[in-house]
Each structure stands twice: as C-alpha cells, then as structure tokens.
C-alpha cells in the first residue's frame, strides 16, 4: 500500500482536501450522544492528522476519535477515517479492483457507503438494508471494481446524520484510463460546524429521530393546522464553515504557477448548500458528481451552488497572478470561514479582496454546456414512472419530513426489475426546508425542471438539490439489481422520515436483517 502525503505532494498528483459547505444539521462535536465526555477526557484524545493519499491493492481504513483543531480557538472532538478530517483519500485507476479493509475502533457501530459509486449492492454499505452495522473492534473488508472515473466520496451510513456530522467521511477519486493532463489537482470538502456544543440540544434537535427544528411540537397532530410557512430548519448553531477541516486563515492556501492548468475537485459533505465564487479567473464546470459535461463554457464572477452529496470539478487556466479568493457567499455567521486562498508562487501581494455579500448570478445547470441528446427523453416510454412528492409535516414527536405523505420505512418503495427504464418525478411541496435528493447506485439524467426541458449538456448525476417549489423530471435504467435508498442528503431529513427505496423485484439478497437487532440505524 502506497501511501502519499498531501503536504508534500508532487505537482499534478493531488494536493490538500477542502471543505467548504453550508450543511443541514450537522456537526455534533460534543456531549450531544448519551456518553457526556468531560473537557479532560477530550484533551486525551490525539490531534487530527493531515489527509494521507492512499491507493493499491490493499487499502486499510480504520475509524477512530481525535480532536480537530478548526482555527485557533476552536478544537472538537470528531470522528476520523485513519485520523484526518477529510478522512484519507483513496485514489484509484478505472479498471482498478478496489479492496478495502476497514476496522472499527470507535465506541459505536458503524459502516461505510460509497457515496455515488455504482458499487454491488452487498457493499452498499446502509446497515439494515444491505448488511449489519460493523461493531466497535470489528473488521470488514468492501471489495468492487471501480468502473466510473471521477470524483466521489464515502461516509458512514450508520446513525449517518450524528456521525457524518462527526467528521466522519473521506473522498474518493477514480482517475480515467486516459487521464486529461493537469499541473495541480486539489481536492476542497465543504462542512459545517457548532462552537457550541450544546447549541443543537437547546433547539430541540432531537437527534434520534423527529424534532428537527426549534419549533415547538403544536397542538395539531396532522399537522394541518399549523402555519406552514412557518415550519423550516434554522441552522443557526452552525456557525463555523470549513474547507478540509479548517476554517478562515487556517485553510492551507493553494499553490500554483502562472500558465498551468488547476483543478479542484469540490465535495460538499455537510447539511447546507454553498455558493462558490472563483476570484480573478474564468472556469469551467468539467464534472458534476463524477461525470462529465460535454462542452462547458468558461464562467466568470457567477456562483456555482454545491448541495449537501454534490461534486463540481472545475478547471481553470493560472493566467492572473497574485492572491486570489474561493470563497463562499452568503450571511451567516460562519461564511466568512469558508475561503482558500490562490497563490501565484513567486507572488507576494495581495490582490484581492472578499466579497461574500455581493449578489452574483447562480449557474443554472440545467442550461450549462453544449445541448444534445442525452440516454433518455421526456416522451420515450417508460417501464416504471414514479411520483416522489416532498413535504414536511408535524409528528407525534415533532418534525417529520415525508415522501407521499408518509415517513420511512412506511414509503412507498420504486419497484422496478432489471432492464427498466424508470423515470421520477421529484416535487418539494416543503414550505421552507431544501431537499438534497441522493440515489443510491445509479445515475440519473435530470430531464426538467419546472415543466422546461434542459437545454444545456446532458445532466448526470446521483445527487439532485430541489428547491421548496421546485420540480425535476429524472430518469434511470436499472442496470444494478438489489435494494438502493434513495433519500434525502439533508440526512436530518432522512433520519425524519425522508426515505425510500428502489428495489428490484427479481433480486433476491444474501442479507436478511434480522427484525430484533436494534443496533443498525441506516438511515
């Protein structure tokens, strides 16, 4: 096993993660589970270490505690894929078989999924769907052939909305046969934070299950009665944004010489959309969620929204020296954390000046790149069409967020058998809340949106952000037999009920949950 470091990384490997995000409910960095830690059994726990690169036959990957040193006056307890926040980056060859051994050194159960990656269903990764959750001290081993270059990540799946918000998610990225040449390649992770620890609990987040919001629980029971408008999620305790773990003047900055080729790889592994504003220099979105996007057209000063799952890699020429910005724009209160510096080797000065408030334009992707015919169309015939109605409603217990009116696992599932064309109808009726929709083991094509066709390239992707009013038009060929969820990435949301599941009807799995395990928590 080869193993690179991204503080001494050549030129044209890889260099640095980062994260920048507006995520949903994220991070619990403290004493929000059952087991009260005290300030000095924190102070215990060893410090985060720099994301290593791993890649060959044999991968090892180990979950375990340590503290994150966000900026310098902000450490929290996390959880780590071999030590790091990002998690260690596993970097394979198309064509590749990818094996993977795992081991579980947290106080808790685990798993991992492999966040868009067309993966067999048994190495899914969704305890109580594909297998049980990995217990602490336990060792698994994920094994397939990594078929679809690009940029992917992985996370647990296991009480996904606690740990991921932990800390606990990594990249991974499958470089093409014919790789196109680059002189720096760096990959930025997106993600939310609370400085205080008990910011979430005093909002009423009740992370096991329904309340996620700091509503009060109401008096109707159907939710029908309430002011509507009013219901929706305040993120307010997220008040710290950070790219690769860190936040402000701790983001490493990125290097780069004038005339070379530079693309970042961005990962949005928190709760809440971020709109990025690329400083200085024309770009072009080359990829979304790993695929491709035929003939992008350079952008200049609009902002590219990345959701909570979402990739973009984009590509642009160093052909303005000096210091330059990506920076997120927005007003809360930790936007002003979510900025990476470009600097020009050789150039000292400082060029440039934020500018997170200003009103730019947002790409619409539905209308980027070159038109043509993508796999489906809007009027071809279809073996399964299904309705996928969002909504947010009023619980027993507080805040669900439902599917047709209802919460998993009580949805309807999308049954479908092998070969099916499916298309999906995708309607958020919440008055306020943004769902993140993810699919599991396939990609679809994004059709429309509002009722008008896409016009730009062919749109491929397995993450798909919808607006409250929104309307998308998507379809997929079931081409990957098994059980897949397919859930809102907003994983509060899914946690709450916002869950379904494309199963096909001629795949019998290996894997029978048993009824009375109350350890796997898959959504």
């Known amino acids: 096993m080869k193993k690179l470091w991204l503080g001494t990384v050549l030129v044209g490997v890889i260099a640095l993660s980062a994260a920048c995000s507006n995520s949903m409910p994220g991070h619990d960095m403290s004493n929000m589970h059952t087991k009260k830690e005290t300030n000095s059994n924190k102070e215990k726990l060893p410090l985060v270490t720099d994301t290593e690169v791993l890649s060959g036959k044999e991968i090892h990957l180990t979950a375990k505690e340590a503290l994150l040193q966000i900026n310098d006056q902000i450490k929290l307890p996390v959880y780590t894929y071999n030590g790091s926040v990002p998690g260690a980056q596993i970097r394979v060859k198309q064509g590749d078989h990818v094996k993977i051994v795992f081991t579980n050194k947290l ?37 397939f052939t990594a078929t679809v270059p690009g940029t992917y990540w992985y996370h647990s799946h296991q009480k996904s909305a606690e740990q991921v918000d932990k800390g606990l998610y990594g990249t991974l990225i499958v470089e093409p046969k014919e790789e196109e ?23 009423n987040m009740n992370m096991s299950g329904m309340d996620h919001s700091n509503m009060g629980h109401g008096n109707s029971s159907d939710g029908q009665q309430m002011d509507m408008n009013s219901m929706g999620h305040n993120m307010n305790m997220y008040d710290i944004f950070t790219i690769n773990g860190k936040s402000g003047t701790a ?19 928190g709760y809440l959309s971020h709109k990025l504003h690329l400083h200085g220099h024309e770009f072009k979105i080359v990829a979304t969620d790993g695929q491709p996007l035929k003939n992008p057209q350079p952008i200049k000063d609009e902002l590219l929204n990345i959701a909570p799952g979402e990739r973009y890699d984009i590509e642009f020429i160093a052909n303005n020296p000096g210091e330059w910005l990506l920076e997120c724009h927005g007003n809360m209160k930790g936007t002003d954390g979510m900025k990476v510096k470009i600097q020009y080797e050789g150039q000292a000065s400082n060029t440039d ?9 947002v790409v619409d992707m539905t209308t980027y790149g070159k038109y043509e015919t993508g796999p489906f169309t809007l009027d071809e015939k279809y073996d399964v069409e299904y309705t996928m109605d969002l909504g947010t409603a ?13 919460t ?9 058998k092998t070969g099916d064309l499916v298309k999906v109808r995708i309607v958020n009726n919440s008055p306020k809340d943004v769902h ?19 016009t730009g390239a062919p749109l491929i992707k397995d993450s798909l952000n919808v607006n409250p009013g929104e309307e998308y038009v998507v379809a997929f060929k079931a081409d990957n037999p098994g059980n897949w969820m397919f859930h809102c990435h907003d994983l509060h949301h899914a946690s709450a009920g916002m869950v379904t599941e494309v199963k096909y009807t001629d795949y019998k799995s290996d894997y029978t949950p048993d009824p009375n395990d109350t350890t796997n928590k898959g959504e």
């Open 251 to 269: 983001v490493q900055p990125l290097k780069v010489k004038k005339g070379e080729k530079v693309r970042l790889r961005l990962v949005n592994a």
């Open 436 to 454: 993140p929709m993810h699919l599991h083991g396939h990609f679809f094509e994004v059709l429309s949106k509002n009722g008008k066709p896409v």
């Open 181 to 203: 040449k680059v002189d720096r390649d760096y990959t930025l992770v997106f993600d939310e934070w609370m400085s205080d620890p008990n910011a979430e609990s005093n909002m």
């Open 107 to 143: 106080p808790e159960p685990t798993a991992i999924h492999w966040h868009g990656y067309p993966v067999p269903n048994n190495q899914d990764g969704v305890p109580g769907v594909t297998m049980n959750a990995i217990q602490p001290g336990e060792t698994f081993t994920y094994e």
């Open 408 to 416: 998993y696992p009580d949805t309807a599932p999308i049954n479908v």
């Open 394 to 406: 009023m619980g027993k217990n507080g805040m669900i967020f439902t599917i047709n009116g209802k």
């Open 353 to 361: 000046k934020a500018n997170a408030k200003e009103n730019l334009p």
